[in-house]
């Protein structure tokens, strides 16, 4: 958190208990929450609205703050011609959705700070990013000249993002024939261009790590591979993972890299970015079966428990980028300082991680990386390369030591269902591929606490704080969490969760469904402070809700035999898959459910006595494209209708077409699955 060097003032979001917000309660602008009261007061005062959009661990909205919004001249400009609003991006994605949509119009592009002005309804007219104070005073003198002598421009500007907020919601179309016919290698052929096989990645700086885009890539190599494409995820798990957007000390992946080399660090880390990446890591260990993509996965998985875990056992949103004022001062060392630590192993550490007297980074500070010329230390004869990977792991034990004595950066300490959704499954991702009871059993137990306490009035909560504050799940809350619910009962057979997950896609079709387009609104019906209700389709760094809870549905459809259902993700995936396949990078996570169901999902079932046992034997061999039903006794699910056979366990396997194989012989089917069942 930002010093607090304005105690003399005290605005409105001194009430609020979001991170974000309270780093602004005390500027002199008189910010204010986002609430269906601002919105009314607006309207009263005929007012614009200045809306002003970021998150706790954003490195730029610390810069803009202290340079614009803790200045008095800039405050009372905004305070006499503007209603100023601010909003935690995490805890509104709703409203951020809106007015990035709005700003990406206008600008052609977006990011955070979010500054969006707007009409008293709500409706944006103009908007950016990050301003310098000069460039800010020069564009409020701007709009507040246009308000008072031609106000129409500003309504028809608003108009005119409107629409083209609509239209963006409204485009997908097909003239496509049928799943089959989609041809994934020209698919990933037009992917290949914006890959860099020199570092990795994606081209350009700054890069992300996308694992988005990289689950469907390693999906896709699974069913061809691409020897093209082999070396250029190699290259790429090992480059982020050796950069300095991994933290090497404690583990756990920044938010991204300003280079392209991986080496330099947005030093800020988001809990949704390390889930995503314990899942990617652990889905490349079960395909190459390389220890390094296992250290890695657990190494993020216990940054995420040391550094994230809250006092109710679900997880925190992120760390600070800066501390002490100062971006990435918690994390860089200057040599004098790691010889001081280290003594005789200091060298030998600086020459792993690259860091020099002079500094790899700025003012002679170091980020730990290994360069080009790391493993040449391999060459030395006088250590062998077990005795270096120990020398290495006890240096970096000490400096941790030593690290952890430093201020710390800021914990967002907000618990957002999404993201939390996000980290069990990557809990179960890490039981798939390491068998350990552990990380099951932890994802059931935060699985169960969330069915306890996140659900009010039978609607799910996205947030909700010791001040007794709730915010209403969004269609992400529901994506993600039902498909914790239906990857749950696969491995407990508790068809309880199976129901939960089914209710919760029946809800989402009832509040958030479009039947026009055959897609889901973001935000419920009974949400009423937006002016409109967008659609998440879009995959990001996060898939989007839209491509999430289609995979649930159709999972849904083919368990519960349910035509319904079936129409219902057919509609979707017909809307979407031209465009998709257009543009595959924004669309990774819809490319991935189309080759999924275009290859053939593989359903096995298991019942009897012993089916759990059996269920153990083949979890390592479980894809995203394998449904396991499993059950002790006759079920009542429909695919599951009659398979129970009395005083025996039997396993199929099948596709949503055939039956290949239907026994009570484990090895056999185990066999049958490892040859036939491409990982």
């Known amino acids: 958190m930002q010093e607090n060097n304005y105690p003399q003032y005290t605005n409105d979001l001194i009430k609020e208990t ?10 002199p602008v008189n910010w204010k929450a986002w609430d269906k009261d601002v919105l009314k007061y607006a309207a009263q005062q005929n007012k614009l609205l200045l809306i002003s959009i970021g998150y706790s661990a954003c490195h730029w909205c610390h810069v803009m703050e202290n340079e614009s919004f803790t200045d008095k001249e800039v405050a009372d400009l905004m305070n006499t011609h503007f209603v100023c609003i601010k909003v935690d991006r995490e805890e509104r994605p709703d409203v951020d959705q809106l007015y990035m949509e709005a700003v990406q119009i206008i600008k052609g592009q977006g990011g955070w700070p979010l500054n969006c002005f707007a009409l008293s309804d709500g409706s944006a007219f103009w908007g950016g990013t990050y301003f310098t104070k000069e460039n ?36 997908f179309k097909t003239n496509l024939s049928e799943i089959k016919d989609i041809n994934f290698d020209a698919v990933y052929n037009t992917i290949s261009y914006q890959l860099d096989n020199v570092f990795g990645g994606t081209l350009n700086a700054p890069k992300f790590p996308m694992p988005s885009l990289y689950q469907f890539l390693l999906y896709y190599y699974s069913k061809t591979k691409n020897k093209e494409l082999e070396n250029h995820l190699i290259l790429t798990f090992k480059s982020m993972a050796n950069g300095g957007i991994f933290d090497h000390l404690a583990g756990g992946f920044s938010r991204y890299a300003t280079d392209n080399k991986w080496n330099i660090p ?21 395909i190459f079966k390389n220890p390094f993509y296992k250290e890695i996965a657990i190494r993020i998985y216990a940054f995420v428990f040391n550094e994230l875990l809250a006092e109710n056992a679900l997880f925190y949103c992120a760390l600070d980028a800066d501390s002490e004022g100062e971006e990435g001062k918690f994390y860089i060392w200057e040599k004098a300082e790691i010889e001081k630590e280290l003594k005789e192993d200091a060298n030998l550490f600086c020459s792993y991680y690259n860091v020099t007297t002079n500094g790899n980074w700025e003012n002679s500070k170091n980020i730990l990386f290994l360069n080009a010329n790391s493993n040449s230390v391999f ?3 006088s250590i062998t390369e077990e005795s270096l990977k120990q020398k290495i792991e006890i240096c970096r034990n000490k400096l941790l030591e030593i690290r952890n004595k430093r201020i710390r950066p800021q914990t967002d300490n907000k618990i ?14 890490l039981y798939i591929a390491f068998n350990d009871e552990k990380y099951l059993n932890q994802a059931q137990s935060k699985i169960d606490f969330i069915l306890k306490n996140y659900i009010v009035d039978n609607k799910l909560i996205r947030l909700k704080d010791k001040s007794g504050k709730k915010i209403f799940a969004m269609l992400d809350d529901y994506a993600f969490l039902t498909q914790n619910l239906i990857s749950l009962y696969q491995f407990t057979a508790n068809e309880q969760y199976l129901s939960k997950a089914k209710q919760f896609i029946d809800f989402c079709l009832k509040h958030f469904y479009d039947k026009q387009s055959g897609l889901f609104y973001y935000t419920s019906d009974f949400e009423d402070t937006l002016y409109l209700r967008s659609k998440e389709v879009y995959d990001n760094v996060i898939p989007s809700s839209n491509s999430v809870i289609f995979k649930s549905i159709y999972l849904v459809s083919i368990i519960f035999e349910d035509s319904f259902y079936r129409d219902v993700y057919n509609k979707a995936l017909n809307s979407i898959k031209e465009t998709a396949v257009k543009y595959p990078a924004s669309f990774s996570n819809w490319l991935k459910l189309l080759l999924e169901i275009k290859s053939g999902i593989t359903i096995v079932s298991i019942t009897g006595s012993e089916s759990k046992l059996y269920l153990k034997t083949i979890i390592n061999q479980k894809t995203s494209a394998m449904l396991i039903l499993v059950t002790e006794k006759e079920s009542l699910l429909p695919y599951l209708k009659g398979k129970y056979v009395e005083n025996k366990t039997m396993i199929s396997v099948c596709s949503t077409d055939e039956c290949y194989i239907s026994t009570d012989n484990l090895e056999e089917t185990y066999v049958y699955i ?6």
């Open 18 to 27: 979001s991170p974000y917000l309270l780093q602004h309660a005390h500027n």
């Open 379 to 381: 060459n030395d004869k």
């Open 266 to 286: 947005h030093f800020e880390k988001m809990l949704y970015d390390n889930a995503q990446l314990i899942s990617l890591y652990s889905k490349a260990y079960v």
């Open 674 to 679: 490892k040859e036939k069942v491409s990982i």
């Open 416 to 429: 957002l269902l999404s993201w939390n959704a996000l980290m069990i499954e990557s809990l179960l991702d």
């Open 136 to 171: 800010w005073l020069d564009i409020l003198n701007q709009i507040i000249y246009i308000n008072e002598k031609s106000p129409h421009k500003l309504i028809e500007q608003a108009d005119m993002i409107k629409k083209g907020i609509t239209g963006n919601n409204e485009f």
